[in-house]
RNA sequence: GUGGUUGUAGCUCAGUUGGCAGAGCACCGGGUUGUGGUCCCGGGGGUCGGGGGUUCAAGUCCCCUCAGCCACCCCA
């Protein structure tokens, strides 16, 4: 038998990896709950026809084929992996709008699959956390504030970088292309995009030669495109441009509005930055994206929107905002940096001792009354020197190791990294809090 | 999907114009007869990412392929 391969793109993390993930998948469930979003899990496939609906092209969908298909039957199913939540999401709403209470605000953490090329926190297979809020007819626009902080409220349970969110409106940057009098405002939002990347003299050109923009054009965009605030301060910026358009009005007030409602209740969590775009093109109103402060170069780690035409059935239509966490793609690069790190790879916080075979039924005994209090431990694999015992559970990192005491006399338990070790009895014995459980910490 | 780059022991890496695959750390055993980590002695470990080719001879040169990473693309 030859020794199995990686496949490209399908990490698979090692314990001390999946630990982490673990408790970041409790801290992003816990704070969910706790601001009253609902737990949904959506099957993994999608009919072809509704991944393909928006955005997506055909090549980064994985699709589901029976490997029995006989020649009557046709080997596509039809079906494909799903690629987001959102999308799933919507086909849910729909499926089922008739049994939901609206406005419905759902969590949803899940596998997804891209067949792009992978990098580091880029895979084909990988776990994203999303919450959405959809309403029915209309959607309230406060709502697109309370998204960002119940993120923010999940992110500083962690032990990672603050983050910053920056938001832009998409109706804002298509109102402003539109009343500036440029063909297609979808294609100069994503040239735009670019500019942190490609330099303004660069996305000047683009414009020109890909959008027929002429000079004064392009200034416009690039100049709409610096303009960054905390405050409302980037609506005065944006008027001083003399680009005059309705939707352009409209989505200046939204944005003003949800900077300023962020500002008031998590103070430099939210900064309008004009140039962000959102590749996915159902956006239509509040767009965000996310950093760590000082790690910039990670990238955006949750990013979402406002749509208002995900979800539609005849004349009714489920409007929703929603923000995704790519955990896997931030596990990912925080891992490659050194980040986020796990006090020990093994969950078990005390090793019995086993003094010789005959005492297992003891130490099991042992070791029962702890888990009993909630205190992973785990019995010695053989009945070994003790040298070697506490070797076992030193390479493990496991902190404590139990010695039954003979006949008549008290347990011991010592704590194998001062080598301290005293009387105790299973029944009532405590580690420290900060030992009972594998933790994490930051760099 | 396109282009680039890397791949030798569990880990970090040497390996000369093509000439017997190595080191450090880690691991196992002993010194140390039930209390580890230091020290000393000994030991096990390799499809040199995989396949093909050139050659008397390939870790080394050529082709293909797989995987990691980087850029593009896209975006979690």
Not at 142 to 157: M, Q, S
Not at 417 to 427: L, Y
């Amino acid at each position: 038998m030859t020794r199995p391969n990686p496949i490209s793109g399908f990490p698979e993390w090692a314990p001390a990896q999946r630990m982490i993930e673990q408790r970041v998948i409790d801290r992003l469930r816990e704070t969910f709950e706790l601001h009253g979003f609902a737990p949904l899990e959506t099957r993994a496939v999608e009919p072809m026809d509704q991944l393909l609906r928006k955005g997506e092209t055909s090549k980064e969908v994985y699709v589901l084929r029976r490997l029995q298909a006989d020649a009557e039957d046709p080997s596509d199913s039809g079906l494909g992996l799903h690629f987001d939540l959102t999308v799933p999401f919507a086909r849910y709403v729909l499926e089922h709008a008739g049994k939901l209470q609206f406005p419905f605000r759902r969590y949803q953490i899940q596998k997804c699959w891209r067949g792009e090329r992978p990098q580091e926190g880029r895979y084909r297979e990988f776990l994203q956390a999303d919450i959405d809020i959809v309403d029915r007819d209309a959607l309230c626009p406060h709502y697109e504030v309370e998204l960002p902080l119940v993120i923010a409220d999940a992110f500083a349970g962690l032990p990672i970088p603050p983050i910053r969110m920056h938001v832009n409106n998409r109706k804002l940057s298509q109102g402003f292309y539109q009343g500036l009098g440029l063909a297609g405002p979808m294609a100069a939002i994503r040239v735009v995009d670019k500019l942190d990347k490609i330099g303004p003299a660069a996305v000047a050109d683009q414009l020109r030669d890909a959008l027929g923009a002429s000079e004064e054009q392009a200034k416009a965009c690039l100049a709409l495109a610096e303009i960054r605030a905390s405050d409302a301060s980037f609506a005065d910026a944006v008027r001083a441009l003399g680009v005059s358009d309705p939707l352009l009005d409209e989505g200046l007030a939204e944005l003003v509005a949800v900077v300023e409602a962020a500002a008031e209740h998590a103070p430099g969590l939210v900064v309008a930055d004009l140039k962000i775009a959102r590749g996915l093109d159902y956006y239509t109103g509040t767009v965000y994206e996310t950093v760590l402060v000082g790690h910039e170069s990670i990238g955006s780690v949750c990013s979402g929107g406002r749509y208002d035409n995900l979800a539609s059935a005849g004349d009714v239509r489920y409007p929703g905002v929603g923000l995704s966490i790519g955990v896997s793609r931030l596990l990912g690069r925080l891992f490659g940096r050194d980040l986020l790190t796990v006090s020990r790879p093994s969950p078990t916080c005390v090793v019995v001792a086993l003094p010789d075979e005959g005492d297992r039924v003891r130490c099991m005994r042992v070791a029962a009354a702890l888990r009993g209090r909630g205190i992973p431990a785990e019995v010695a694999p053989a009945a070994a020197k003790y040298g070697k015992q506490i070797r076992f559970a030193d390479r493990r990192g496991i902190p404590y190791v139990w010695f039954p005491g003979p006949e008549g006399e008290p347990d011991a338990v010592k704590d194998i990294r001062s080598g301290e070790q005293v009387e105790a009895d299973a029944a009532t014995w405590q580690p420290p809090a900060e030992d009972r459980r594998p933790r994490i910490a930051g760099a």
